[in-house]
């Protein structure tokens, strides 16, 4: 239990950190763009390093993370300055990227992938959306996600 005011300061901050993914949701243009950037440098640079099993575990954090900070009443719906959602629509799709030479092009199609589907909203992603709360602002990047995995997982399989 939150005892004093500082303690509530600390974690309003904290969650701020935590949502604006370290204040990248801040910037004035671009914010959702510029953080979905983020795991594709993360896999692109450390691809090799990261198995699959540890990147889905990493996303199934990111999700526990993304639905505890948002899960609070903000202004809007779908509040610009909530990137963890991207960040971690970006990261779902990054998953099944291969490593080696031929990766960075697998991530920049994961990316156009992932920025296809979060802006367009297509296959029932805006229904989705428009659920209340953590669930709206998170759900329709982490299905935006799985699109753009699906279609990677399916070109990696035939390339």
């Not at 300061?9 to 949701?25: C, E, M, Q």
């Not at 963890?84 to 990227?97: A, H, N, P, R, T």
């Not at 296809?116 to 229904?127: E, M, P, V």
Request: charged share 15%.
């Amino acid at each position: 239990m939150l005892n004093s005011f500082k303690e509530l300061f600390a974690l309003d901050k904290a969650l701020k950190l935590i949502y604006s993914v370290f204040g990248i949701g801040y910037v004035p243009i671009g914010s959702g763009t510029v953080c979905s950037i983020v795991p594709c440098l993360i896999i692109g640079l450390l691809g090799d390093q990261i198995s699959i099993l540890v990147r889905i575990l990493i996303a199934l954090l990111i999700l526990v993370v993304a639905f505890i900070s948002t899960n609070i009443k903000f202004d809007d719906a779908d509040p610009g300055y909530v990137v963890i959602d991207e960040f971690l629509g970006m990261w779902i799709s990054l998953i099944l990227v291969p490593s080696g030479p031929s990766g960075l092009v697998w991530v920049l199609i994961a990316f156009i992938l992932f920025r296809f589907f979060d802006i367009t909203k297509l296959l029932g992603i805006s229904r989705i959306e428009k659920l209340n709360g953590a669930t709206g602002i998170v759900m329709d990047d982490v299905v935006a996600g799985l699109y753009a995995l699906l279609i990677i997982g399916l070109l990696v399989s035939v390339f």
